[in-house]
């Protein structure tokens, strides 16, 4: 069974940056095509960015083109989530996410069957 582990979320300033990572476990990583998503309360689980089994293409939600940076290192079976120039919209619960869909641009978590528990992240202004 998959399995997939979030870390590197937490409290950071308007303005600041964070790095996730998902650690993934199971079976082999470079199979799946990985996303990102989060959640803030009340609102729906929305795409963050995902990217390709090989990690040559990725793709981005607009409210996060230009500041988050997806990218992934299938030697040591980690997903990765930089994030900069962070805003009080930026709060919420990060999720990796994988798909055995081998594409990008799966913007709806329906394409997704693996997911991670979550990591906070909390932008104050």
């Known amino acids: 069974q998959l399995q997939l582990v979030e870390s590197g979320g937490g409290l950071v300033q308007a303005g600041g940056s964070l790095r996730l990572t998902c650690a993934v476990s199971?079976?082999?990583?470079?199979?799946?095509?990985m996303g990102w998503f989060r959640q803030a309360p009340g609102n729906e689980r929305e795409f963050v960015a995902d990217?390709?089994?090989?990690?040559?293409?990725?793709n981005y939600a607009d409210s996060v083109k230009g500041r988050f940076t997806i990218s992934r290192d299938n030697n040591k079976d980690t997903l990765s989530l930089q994030m900069n120039n962070l805003t009080s919209d930026d709060t919420a619960v990060y999720y990796c996410a994988a798909s055995n869909l081998q594409s990008i641009g799966l913007t709806s978590p329906i394409y997704f069957g693996w997911w991670g528990q979550g990591t906070q992240v909390v932008v104050s202004s």
């Open positions: 199971g079976r082999p990583f470079d199979r799946y095509a």
């Open positions: 990217i390709n089994l090989v990690g040559d293409a990725s």
